[in-house]
């Protein structure tokens, strides 16, 4: 079994910063993309950033450089940055990845950035 362990979440005031973390725990052969995604109630999941085995990335247009995805492969692991947040980026955050050929996605952790 696999499952993502996501972390990092909280509240906090506009302009502040929050590290987003995503474990991939189970039985692991390999893993691919990794994603980090948002969903706002009402409104459809959608892509934040994502970061292939190679390193290329991809940021939605939203991010405007103040969000940076990482990854570190030994660990299992992926991370997001993301900086000078303001309150349009409250919503609940999925981590996602490809392990072992198949999608997997986290249960999603809280930001709520408000003053």
């Known amino acids: 079994q696999v499952h993502l362990q996501e972390s990092g979440g909280g509240s906090v005031q506009p302009g502040v910063s929050l590290r987003l973390a995503c474990e991939v725990l189970?039985?692991?052969?390999?893993?691919?993309?990794m994603g980090w995604y948002r969903q706002v109630p009402g409104q459809i999941r959608g892509l934040v950033a994502v970061i292939r085995t190679g390193g290329d990335t991809k940021y939605a247009d939203f991010v405007k450089g103040r969000f940076t995805i990482s990854r570190d492969s030994a660990e299992n692991k992926s991370y997001l940055q993301m900086d000078n947040l303001e309150p349009e980026d409250t919503a609940v955050y999925y981590c996602q990845a490809v392990v072992n050929q198949y999608d997997y996605w986290g249960r999603g952790t809280q930001v709520t950035v408000s003053s």
């Open positions: 189970g039985s692991i052969r390999s893993i691919g993309t």
